[in-house]
């Protein structure tokens, strides 16, 4: 089955700085890598994704690289600000297969200092 | 955000109660999910639901038990837990379970004592 490694575990960076999380997954017919926000106390959300079609996604400061030869995705925050503080959850998963679910990443808790 | 609900969000219980935890999504979707999230492993999918059938068990013990009387609710009845059972319960809805964008519930934050 899908195995979704996920680096770093914590990251801190100064506000306006970038942040830079890492994740590579095993199985090689997984084309679809969501990436979700939690913040603290609340629940999970969608914040961008990608599919295996596209090599690279943005959304205003959120930029989402797939390397599929590599099998590994990143996200990219560029200008930090103390609310991109959370935790990150990337994850992996088969659009089209009998089983879509999602593997999950084991987090990234991001801390951007003002 | 009322699109997922869970109740209740918080629950205290012994080893020996019987208590069930209740997801209603009001989004038309037709797959549920349920996640156990603690500080070991943040994000461990349980059951999943597609058009009320269960199409995903994760190896799940039996105290644990789901059941989906429709496509609209989700429950997880639990017995005889284990204090390593305390946990935030995160349910969870998709269209499909087919790579859709999956919504999640508040949680209930379940303490076994």
């Known amino acids: 089955g899908e195995n979704v490694e996920q680096h770093p575990s914590t990251l801190s960076v100064q506000e306006g700085d970038s942040a830079v999380i890492k994740c590579t997954y095993s199985d090689s017919a997984s084309n679809y890598f969501p990436w979700y926000k939690q913040e603290l106390g609340k629940r999970p959300q969608l914040i961008i994704d990608i599919r295996s079609n596209v090599g690279e996604k943005k959304d205003q400061r959120i930029a989402v690289t797939l390397n599929k030869t590599a099998k590994h995705f990143s996200l990219h925050i560029t200008e930090t600000q103390p609310e991109d503080s959370a935790v990150y959850f990337c994850?992996?998963?088969?659009?089209?297969?009998?089983?879509?679910?999602?593997?999950f990443g084991k987090g990234t808790k991001l801390s951007v200092k003002p | 955000e009322t699109g997922v609900t869970q109740t209740p969000r918080h629950l205290v219980m012994g080893m020996t109660n019987k208590k069930s935890l209740k997801c209603e999504q009001h989004l038309g979707h037709n797959a549920m999910y349920w996640y156990k999230q603690s500080a070991k492993k943040p994000l461990e999918l349980m059951f999943v639901?597609?058009?009320?059938?269960?199409?995903e068990n994760n190896s799940v013990p039996s105290r644990f038990s789901p059941e989906c009387p429709n496509s609209s609710h989700l429950f997880l009845h639990l017995h005889t837990l284990q204090p390593e059972d305390s946990a935030l319960y995160l349910c969870?809805?998709?269209?499909?379970?087919?790579?859709?964008?999956?919504?999640f519930g508040p949680g209930t934050r379940l303490t076994v004592t």
């Open positions: 969870a809805s998709s269209l499909m379970t087919d790579s859709y964008e999956q919504y």
């Open positions: 994850a992996a998963s088969t659009y089209g297969g009998s089983q879509g679910n999602l593997i």
């Open positions: 639901y597609n058009f009320k059938e269960q199409t």
